[in-house]
């Protein structure tokens, strides 16, 4: 699989879409052989604001951002950093995006 270019249909949804770009150009100004990197979109809702309680659960999305069934999208810092550490042991995405989210 290729370099996945921001404009590509398989580009974050448009809220992401200024850091996309920004990885997009360091990316191409890497040498291939030197990083094997993709983009992981945390839920809209995420961060110190909203720092949830671990469930031990996610989802995951390489089409569009994770939401619930009321259009939520949200996920606690445990639950994104156990979705972190488990996309880098068995990696599911090269050079794409992950989005992750309850």
């Not at 659960?57 to 259009?71: I, L, N």
């Amino acid at each position: 699989m290729g370099l996945v270019r921001p404009t590509q249909p398989t580009s974050p949804p448009g809220s992401f879409r200024a850091p996309r770009l920004t990885h997009g150009r360091w990316s191409c100004s890497t040498p291939h052989q030197a990083a094997s990197i993709g983009y992981f979109v945390p839920a809209a809702d995420f961060g110190p604001h909203h720092p949830g309680v671990r469930t031990g659960s996610y989802r995951t999305s390489t089409t569009a951002q994770v939401t619930d069934e009321e259009g939520r999208s949200v996920i606690g810092v445990e639950d994104y950093a156990i979705a972190f550490a488990d996309e880098l042991d068995k990696p599911s995405t090269h050079r794409g995006w992950l989005a992750v989210g309850y």
